[in-house]
């Protein structure tokens, strides 16, 4: 099927070659770093993880908000998801490709990711994470892939696919689990150290995930002769309505936690964040748009006749996912620094060179998710066109 990839229209391959491009120029940064070091990025002694981290953190929420879409349409035979299920699963596989690759450029000597594999440490949550971002890329290639061929020669998927597409569901749910684990367990960070990490996490995924999902559904439909159906879009927008107010519910657990209790240590990364800390303030203009962001989605999906125009359905996935990318894919990582074990404030921002990285990895994954989709959408028009 991969062959329906190589044809295409103009505008088609025009896409493929600005990324193509995009991924060209971000090559050459990371030669950069790789010569050089993570010097030449923001990052330091006090700042140990950043913008790599964070699009790690916010990407594997995308790669399980697939869930959302398979927990319906398998379990409760939900036939409007019927066409949009397979752009979910292929928006898994594009979101834990990057996942990956954000990890790679994350580490100094990236050949030492092997040492995962050579010397497994089971009491690591690395360990765990690593061995459930794996499992789970490999069982949304093959359900995905597998489903997709059948529905080629019409016919039903193969009985063997049933048992791994149950195994998907608490797979996803362990994915996002496990990386919040990561922060919630490390006990020198304040603002990490919640028991509500894993639940917040899961909430931005099943809201910001499907928002994309969404975006990517409305495009497919401009695009091609493929619709995905209005009513799935709908169900869908429901869903990120109700994660996303569960996602802004969580974190004013967080804020009444802190500011109640009264104890510096999970009062200053907020305070940090939100108004600034001993004079530094650099994350608090983008932490603001975060919030008016979430305000305006939310004031748009939660009256059902706003959210049945279309237009405004997508403007609101679109304020939505900014929000969260905000929040989840830089706020969140960096305000956990802040202060220091030293009760001081050391401030990180992205260089240029570590913003091309993270720019060329997104272009990767929009690659693959185009190659996917393209795939997955002539199969699609090719089942129409015997229909009609």
């Given at each position: 099927?991969?062959?329906?990839a190589l044809t295409?229209?103009k505008?088609?391959?025009t896409w493929?070659?600005?990324?193509?491009a995009?991924?060209?120029v971000?090559?050459v940064?990371?030669?950069?770093?790789?010569?050089?070091?993570l010097?030449i990025?923001?990052m330091?002694?006090?700042?140990?993880?950043?913008?790599y981290?964070?699009?790690?953190?916010?990407l594997?929420?995308v790669?399980a908000s697939?869930?959302m879409?398979?927990i319906?349409y398998?379990l409760?035979d939900f036939?409007k998801?019927?066409?949009?299920?397979?752009?979910?699963?292929?928006l898994?596989v594009s979101?834990v490709?990057?996942?990956v690759l954000?990890?790679?450029?994350?580490?100094?000597?990236p050949?030492?990711?092997?040492?995962v594999v050579l010397y497994?440490?089971p009491?690591?949550?690395m360990?765990?994470d690593s061995?459930?971002l794996?499992?789970y890329?490999?069982?949304?290639?093959?359900?995905?892939?597998t489903?997709?061929g059948?529905?080629?020669?019409?016919?039903k998927?193969p009985?063997?696919?049933?048992?791994?597409i149950y195994?998907?569901?608490?797979?996803?749910?362990?994915?996002h689990?496990?990386t919040?684990?990561l922060y919630?367990?490390i006990?020198g960070r304040?603002?990490?150290?919640?028991?509500?990490?894993?639940a917040?996490f899961?909430a931005?995924a099943?809201?910001?995930?499907p928002a994309?999902l969404?975006?990517?559904?409305?495009i497919v439909?401009?695009?091609?002769?493929?619709?995905?159906?209005?009513?799935?879009?709908?169900?869908?927008?429901?869903?990120?309505?109700?994660?996303?107010?569960?996602n802004?519910f969580?974190?004013g657990l967080?804020?009444?936690?802190?500011?109640?209790?009264?104890?510096?240590?999970?009062?200053?990364?907020?305070k940090y964040?939100?108004?600034g800390?001993?004079?530094h303030?650099?994350?608090?203009?983008?932490?603001?748009?975060?919030?008016?962001f979430?305000?305006i989605?939310?004031?748009l999906l939660v009256f059902?006749?706003?959210?049945?125009?279309?237009?405004?359905?997508?403007?609101?996935?679109?304020s939505l996912?900014?929000?969260?990318?905000i929040?989840?894919?830089?706020?969140?990582?960096?305000?956990?620094f802040?202060?220091?074990?030293?009760?001081?404030?050391?401030?990180?921002?992205?260089?240029?060179?570590e913003?091309?990285i993270t720019i060329?990895?997104?272009a990767?994954?929009?690659?693959?998710?185009?190659?996917?989709?393209?795939v997955a959408?002539?199969?699609?028009?090719?089942?129409?066109?015997?229909?009609h």
């Amino acid at each position: 099927m991969l062959e329906k990839a190589l044809t295409g229209s103009k505008r088609y391959w025009t896409w493929i070659g600005v990324l193509l491009a995009i991924i060209g120029v971000a090559v050459v940064a990371y030669l950069y770093q790789f010569k050089y070091g993570l010097g030449i990025t923001g990052m330091g002694r006090d700042v140990s993880w950043g913008l790599y981290i964070g699009q790690f953190t916010f990407l594997v929420g995308v790669a399980a908000s697939a869930v959302m879409l398979v927990i319906p349409y398998y379990l409760h035979d939900f036939k409007k998801f019927g066409k949009i299920v397979i752009l979910g699963e292929f928006l898994a596989v594009s979101a834990v490709i990057m996942c990956v690759l954000f990890i790679f450029v994350d580490m100094g000597q990236p050949m030492r990711i092997m040492n995962v594999v050579l010397y497994p440490t089971p009491n690591s949550v690395m360990f765990w994470d690593s061995v459930v971002l794996v499992g789970y890329l490999a069982l949304n290639i093959i359900i995905g892939w597998t489903t997709l061929g059948a529905d080629r020669k019409g016919v039903k998927p193969p009985d063997w696919v049933k048992p791994l597409i149950y195994l998907s569901i608490p797979w996803a749910i362990s994915i996002h689990t496990v990386t919040a684990f990561l922060y919630a367990g490390i006990p020198g960070r304040h603002f990490w150290l919640t028991a509500v990490m894993a639940a917040r996490f899961l909430a931005s995924a099943f809201s910001g995930g499907p928002a994309l999902l969404i975006i990517l559904a409305l495009i497919v439909r401009k695009v091609s002769k493929f619709d995905p159906g209005k009513e799935a879009i709908q169900a869908v927008g429901k869903i990120v309505t109700y994660a996303m107010f569960a996602n802004v519910f969580l974190l004013g657990l967080e804020f009444f936690t802190a500011f109640y209790s009264n104890i510096p240590g999970h009062m200053h990364p907020f305070k940090y964040l939100y108004v600034g800390l001993e004079g530094h303030g650099k994350l608090v203009p983008l932490m603001w748009t975060s919030s008016i962001f979430a305000v305006i989605s939310l004031s748009l999906l939660v009256f059902p006749t706003l959210r049945k125009n279309e237009n405004i359905l997508a403007f609101a996935c679109v304020s939505l996912f900014v929000s969260l990318w905000i929040d989840k894919g830089f706020g969140l990582v960096v305000g956990g620094f802040v202060p220091n074990m030293f009760e001081t404030v050391t401030e990180y921002w992205p260089t240029l060179p570590e913003s091309i990285i993270t720019i060329g990895v997104w272009a990767i994954g929009f690659l693959v998710l185009t190659v996917l989709y393209k795939v997955a959408i002539a199969v699609r028009e090719e089942d129409a066109a015997v229909d009609h």
